[in-house]
């Protein structure tokens, strides 16, 4: 394991990582949580912690791809050539009847195929009445057949451990038969709104305080992740976060903070967290927004971690921290260590050099060659979020160099 990345005093300008390593940082100091099995219908968004494989084929056995008729004859199968009807087999039916040449059934879509079938000839097809059938059309053999095993066979393997389960993998799992998942296991997450500033109503408003977006920001997030938290709002106050941090780090897996970080009067997060038992991963990434961003880590005596990820206050820094920080964390909790998934596209204007690696919230659009294109919104201020209504992406801008017109940059999509 790497060795954390301390930083010390108020201005370590020099010791600030970068947002690459932070990340590094946070998927080699996580540790995964445990495994737990739960129903199918309760994995949704969860993450595989064992392959696994199909108990059965499928087709479990032979059935008909549509509404039509199984045949049986052993020569070449012309237009006009008739039938004898004697029966009909459904989906869900056992196929207890066995054709001889020159003898067909009704058969749907689904329902097993009957012994001695060469072919099935869709219903579009045929004439029919209730003693024989007639084909108005030629038929290849083996027409509209689904051979049992054709798309899975006993043991295959339907899903690797580390899958995100979707909707989709899920229809899929249980097409197969399986009911069950070993997955790994959600963290519990305690959020920490600190500040003595936040307004409830107009009145508080007026009087000096600001609305709150930051709880609504990071539930929603966890909510769209699939993730219950509990939000806890806390004064700025030393010993009563120093209190919180040691009732929580206990039950906990990760406790997420915003506010508090830096080195002002009244940032107490960092401090209290170091004084209760937590080691410091890393404090301040060469960023913008969200410099001050802490990590650390409190191990516990049974060898299980709470982790403490402190976001800086502002919301757009908050909202960065979600998306890329967050995201990262919850990942590898759950045993995922994979690189955020960033997108490269073009910009479309200039922008100002910064000595610190900006993250801009942009629209990216595709033009009319199919080539996808960002342009930076206005407002883009740590404390400002209006323009989220219009973004559909997160981009990095490199720091110390302007970016010019058509240079490629990184993006990442922004998570609903």
């Known amino acids: 394991m790497n060795q954390a990345v301390l930083h010390t005093g108020c201005g370590a300008e020099a010791g600030l990582i970068s947002v690459d390593e932070a990340l590094a940082l946070i998927q080699t100091h996580t540790q995964s949580l445990a495994y737990e099995t739960l129903a199918l219908q309760q994995v949704l968004g969860r993450y595989l912690a064992a392959d696994v494989h199909s108990p059965i084929q499928l087709p479990l056995f032979a059935q008909s791809a549509v509404d039509g008729y199984a045949i049986c004859t052993a020569g070449e199968i012309k237009a006009g050539a008739q039938f004898e009807l004697i029966g009909e087999i459904r989906a869900g039916q056992r196929a207890e009847i066995s054709l001889k040449a020159g003898q067909a059934v009704r058969i749907f879509t689904g329902a097993p195929i009957p012994e001695g079938t060469a072919t099935v000839a869709r219903q579009e097809i045929v004439k029919a009445d209730r003693q024989q059938i007639e084909l108005t059309a030629a038929l290849n053999p083996h027409a509209d057949i689904r051979d049992a095993g054709e798309e899975i066979s006993v043991g295959q393997s339907l899903a690797v451990r580390g899958q995100k389960l979707t909707v989709g993998s899920i229809a899929a799992l249980s097409m197969a038969g399986i009911s069950h998942c070993e997955v790994f296991a959600y963290p519990k997450i305690a959020v920490v709104i600190t500040g003595d500033e936040v307004a409830q109503n107009i009145e508080d408003y007026r009087a000096g305080k600001i609305f709150d977006a930051n709880a609504p920001l990071i539930s929603a997030w966890f909510q769209s992740q699939h993730v219950q938290v509990e939000v806890i709002h806390i004064a700025d106050e030393k010993q ?177």
Not at 349 to 372: P, Y
Request: glycine share 8%.
């Open 240 to 416: 009563a976060v120093l209190d919180l941090f040691n009732c929580l780090k206990d039950s906990f897996d990760l406790i997420l903070t915003t506010g508090g970080v830096s080195v002002g009067d009244y940032d107490f997060v960092r401090p209290a967290a170091l004084d209760i038992g937590f080691q410091q991963i890393f404090w301040k990434v060469k960023q913008k927004p969200g410099k001050p961003m802490l990590f650390a880590q409190y191990r516990r005596p049974d060898s299980t971690s709470c982790y403490l990820l402190g976001l800086p206050g502002n919301p757009a820094a908050v909202y960065v921290g979600m998306q890329i920080y967050t995201d990262t964390l919850l990942k590898a909790l759950q045993g995922q260590t994979p690189p955020l998934d960033w997108f490269s596209a073009v910009i479309t204007h200039d922008l100002k050099a910064d000595a610190r690696e900006r993250f801009l919230r942009m629209s990216a659009q595709f033009d009319k060659q199919g080539k996808l294109q960002l342009t930076s919104l206005s407002k883009q201020q740590s404390h400002m979020l209006s323009n989220l209504m219009q973004a559909n992406c997160i981009v990095r801008i490199p720091a110390g160099r302007p970016v010019q017109a058509g240079q490629v940059l990184q993006g990442l999509f922004i998570q609903d």
